[in-house]
Structures are given as structure tokens and as C-alpha cells.
């Protein structure tokens, strides 16, 4: 592509070296690895390094034209485009190599702490049952199509995303659903993409680690809808859908509901879409849904209020683009399973054992109230927190756990750098807030009763013994890693995937 293209719409500061039409680029790089002859590279400023210092290494991979901040002495026959902010300006040459992706195919934004996932898997369901293709971009995975590739990151850096929905478009993909991560806002990944429609679950405490207080947090998913949404070239009646039942929901409202025209969905407020009535059971959903004057049923394999709350966020995105009822009835009937999402691991004649993604409290406590109403025997929960992730959840989630459950075993998540006897020790001030009593192993072994919690920190291990311990009236709830194939240990990625290893002690036992 010729350079003059390229640097359509950017604020450039200085250029030097050769320019204009004499200079063609082969590819658009922000990893010096993998620039090759006649590419550009773009050096931005990461969370860890500063691809600035990268720069000669672009350079001798082949870069022919370099984008930096800073000022660089280069060789004459290497131009340099001198900019603000080279991750702002990268979007912009992604979307400006790449044509313009979005603009031709109809994209929805999932964002909120929980539940984008599972309305990414509804929604994808609701528009392939109405004759779309349909792709999706999440934490599972990157998917059109023919295709699925590995998800490095909920939502990939802006250069990565505009080649894959160029990718997708081209394949045919019609239909879009992209989980929308805070960090992609803040980080202006998600800028250059033209949404249809955003979707907003929720917001409860995470991933303060990078954002520090829940309003820089808020602040981050707000800016999506105040300022990205409204700021891309498509019109429609509804621009967002919104949980009208959660606070910060009410809030992101009355804040934006002027700039984006909110589409409410709900259970407990007069919402625009609500379920008027609902049936809850380890068999699924059954509600009515009410849209305006007209109401129609929807059933589906997933279980708990939460996932009737994910079924109304799909069900009010797809209103408000005016898909068919007959598939949007089709499309949540199809929905049996979402990975890793209260996905049930254990045969008719076991104990109900599920393994689940929650990694907040307030997911952690969703997934348990949902499965108290069902509960004929005790329920045994296994979970850790993250290390090198926010520290502040890991007594909240203690105290979630051992409110709800009979028997709590905490064990390693994905400890990283962290010791992770130090990670559990975090949980435990939230456990001992309620004086809950601690048990060994071997209570464990020989049939520990009453209420009380037991630290086995390799998680291996603490799933054997959860379900060693389980009678058949008993619910297991493995939390934390959910889909995740892998454990990270220090700086080693190791495979470990809770439902395999569930289900060899299953049959074992």
C-alpha cells in the first residue's frame, strides 16, 4: 500500500527520509520480530516495554518506514513519521491498511465484568439460526466460520483486529460479536471499529490491579459508549442495550442514554425488555419474555438467574436489529453449553460437579445462588485467585465461598510470579471474618462434616479430593479457570484443564 494512503488522517508531527508516493509498504507491524523488506513499524509504548527501543531491530528485520514519538536518528533511505501517540495512530493504520473492515459487516460490542462470554455464544447462536455467518472475538477463542484461532487476549490489539475482521469479511462473515475488554478501551485497541450496537451486562470490582478504584474502572466501560460508540459512522435507532437491574447500569444511563439511546433489559425494573415470569432448574431456563405489548417464550439448556440475564442481553441486542422472533426463539433454544460457563462435567448417577469461569465475587456468588435452589446434599467449592491480579477480591471471595458452600477447598488459580500459600492466606481474611474452621486433608478423608474449609494448594490435588468427598446428592463447583487449558506457574505455562481432570476422578470414583 502507498504511504500517502496509509497516513490518511493522521496527525503527523515530522517526516523525514522518503515520503509520499515513492514509498510503498508491504505490511504494518508493532512487533519488531515480525516486521520483513518494505514494512512499517510502528513503536509503541507498552505496559512492560517501550517498543521505541526496538526500533534498529525493526530496522535490520526490514522496516523501510518507522512510526515512533520520540525523535530517532535513522539511515537516509528509512522514513520516519514522528506522531503523539503511536498506539492511537496504530488503530489508524490498521484500519486504514486493512480497508475499513467494520464498516461492511454489522458489529456488537458484549462489555461488562461478567457474563461476555456467555451472550457472545447466545448471540452467535440467535444469528446463525436467523441465516447470518456470524464471527466472534472472545476470551474462549477468535471464530468465523471455517476457522478458530487462539484468543492471546479478550480483545486483540487494534492492528490484530482490524486484520482479522478484514479476514472475516472476506470469508463472508455478515455479523460480528466481539467481547469488548476495559483494558481495549483504555488502551484504544477498539478506537477505528465502527459498532452497531453495544451490550452492557454489569460492572462489579476487577481488575483493579489496572485500574486502581472502580470509578477509573466505570470510567473505562462508560467511555466505550459516551465516545467510541457514537463516534463510528453507523445509525441506528438503539445504540446500546443495558442491564436496567444492575446500579452502575442505571448510572452508565443516565450519563450516556442522550448520546447512545439505550434499549433496557431486565427481571427486577420496568425495563424495555424483561422476563415477566420464569422457571429455574439444573434442566435450564424457561421464561416469557416481554418485548413492548407483544410477548414470546424462550428455553434453554443454561442454568441460573444470571444466565436468564445473559439471555435477555442477547435477546434485546437482537431487537433492537430487528432479528425475527422465530430465531431468536431458535437461536437461545440451540444454546446447550457455553465452555468453561457452569458447564456440567459429571454423568446422571455422579454428584453434579461444574466447572465455571468465576473470578470475582460477584460471579462467584451469581454461580452458588444459582445453584443453592437445587442443593439436596452439601455444596463443596473449589477455587484460588490469580496471582499478580487484583489483591482486593481474594478476601471477597473467600467470604462468597464460604457463605454459600458447605465445604470450601482453596488451592492455586494461575499463581504466577506469587507463592501461592501467600495468594490463599489473602482468602482466608475473608473466611476468618466469619470464624469458619478450618480442616486438614485427612478430615477431609475421613468424612469431615459441619461447615469448614480445607487449604490443598496444587489445584490438581484439590479437585481429587472434592470429588473423592462428594456423595451423590452433592453439588461440586470448580471455579476460576473455567475453559482455560493451562496453569501458569512461575513463568511456565503448564496444560491443566479443571474438566479433564474432574472427569478422571469421576471415573476413578
Known amino acids: 500500500m502507498n504511504l500517502s494512503i496509509l497516513l490518511k488522517g493522521i496527525n503527523i508531527l515530522g517526516i523525514s527520509g522518503p515520503s509520499g508516493s515513492e514509498v510503498n509498504v508491504s505490511s504494518v507491524c508493532y512487533n519488531s520480530r515480525q516486521c520483513t523488506p518494505d514494512s512499517l513499524f510502528v513503536a509503541i509504548r507498552g505496559l512492560k516495554s517501550d ?66 462470554t456467555t451472550v457472545t ?37 487494534s492492528l490484530d483486529l482490524q486484520r482479522i475482521i478484514r479476514e472475516m469479511v472476506d470469508h463472508g462473515v455478515t455479523h460480528l460479536v466481539a467481547e469488548v475488554s476495559s483494558h481495549a478501551v483504555d488502551l484504544r485497541r477498539i478506537d477505528d471499529c465502527d459498532f452497531d450496537l453495544g451490550i452492557f451486562t454489569n460492572l462489579t470490582q476487577d481488575h483493579l490491579d489496572y485500574h486502581k478504584t472502580m470509578e477509573n474502572y466505570f470510567q473505562a466501560k462508560k467511555r466505550f459508549f459516551s465516545e467510541v460508540l457514537p463516534g463510528g459512522r453507523k445509525q441506528h435507532r438503539y445504540a446500546m442495550a443495558v442491564n436496567a437491574d444492575d446500579p452502575w447500569g442505571k448510572r452508565l444511563i443516565r450519563e450516556t442514554g442522550e448520546i447512545s439511546r439505550p434499549l433496557t433489559f431486565g427481571i427486577e425494573e420496568k425495563a ?29 439448556a443454561l442454568i441460573g438467574k444470571f444466565n436468564l440475564y445473559n439471555v435477555l442481553a442477547a435477546v434485546s441486542a437482537s431487537v433492537a436489529l430487528r432479528v425475527p422472533i422465530e430465531a431468536i426463539r431458535r437461536g437461545v433454544r440451540a444454546m ?22 468465576a473470578h470475582t465475587d460477584d460471579a462467584l456468588r451469581r454461580v452458588l445462588q444459582s445453584l443453592s435452589p437445587f442443593k439436596r446434599g452439601r455444596i ?28 470450601t477447598i482453596l488451592t492455586s488459580d494461575n499463581p504466577r510470579s506469587e507463592d501461592p500459600l501467600s495468594i ?9 471474618s466469619q470464624s469458619i474452621p478450618e480442616g486438614s486433608s485427612e478430615d477431609l478423608s475421613r468424612g469431615m462434616t459441619g461447615r469448614g474449609y480445607v487449604v490443598i494448594p496444587d489445584r490438581r490435588e484439590a479437585i481429587g479430593a472434592a470429588i473423592r468427598s462428594a456423595r451423590p446428592s452433592d453439588i461440586v ?5 473455567g475453559h482455560e ?23 476413578n470414583t
Open 121 to 157: 455464544y447466545i448471540l452467535e447462536s440467535i444469528f446463525q439460526a436467523a441465516g447470518f455467518s456470524c464471527g466472534v472475538l472472545g476470551t474462549v477463542n477468535y471464530r468465523y466460520p471455517g476457522l478458530v484461532m487462539e484468543a492471546p487476549n479478550t480483545t486483540p490489539e
Open 424 to 432: 490463599i492466606r489473602d482468602i482466608e481474611v475473608g473466611i476468618n
Open 380 to 407: 463443596i467449592t473449589v477455587f484460588g485467585c490469580g496471582g499478580d491480579r487484583d489483591r482486593g477480591k481474594r478476601p471477597l471471595m473467600g467470604k462468597v465461598a464460604t457463605n454459600y458452600s458447605d465445604l
Open 336 to 357: 446447550n453449553a457455553v465452555p468453561g460457563r457452569l458447564e456440567k462435567v459429571s454423568g446422571s448417577t455422579q454428584p453434579d460437579v461444574f466447572v465455571d469461569y
Open 477 to 481: 463447583l470448580i471455579a476460576g479457570k
Open 272 to 300: 424495555d425488555i424483561r422476563a415477566s415470569s420464569f422457571d429455574l432448574s439444573l434442566d435450564g431456563i424457561r421464561a416469557e419474555i416481554v418485548v413492548g405489548s407483544m410477548s414470546f417464550d424462550v428455553d434453554t
Open 51 to 116: 517498543g521505541h527501543e526496538y526500533i534498529d531491530d525493526a530496522v535490520r528485520c526490514g522496516a523501510k518506514v518507522i512510526v515512533c514519538e520520540k525523535e530517532v536518528t535513522m539511515p537516509p533511505e528509512i522514513t520516519v513519521v514522528r506522531v503523539e501517540n503511536g498506539r492511537r495512530t496504530l488503530g489508524l493504520l490498521a484500519r486504514n491498511f486493512y480497508a475499513d473492515p467494520s464498516r461492511c459487516l454489522v458489529a456488537v460490542a458484549v462489555m461488562g465484568t461478567n457474563g461476555k
Open 485 to 507: 487449558d493451562y496453569q501458569i506457574i512461575g513463568e511456565k505455562r503448564l496444560f491443566f484443564d479443571d474438566r479433564a481432570v474432574a472427569k478422571e476422578f469421576l471415573q
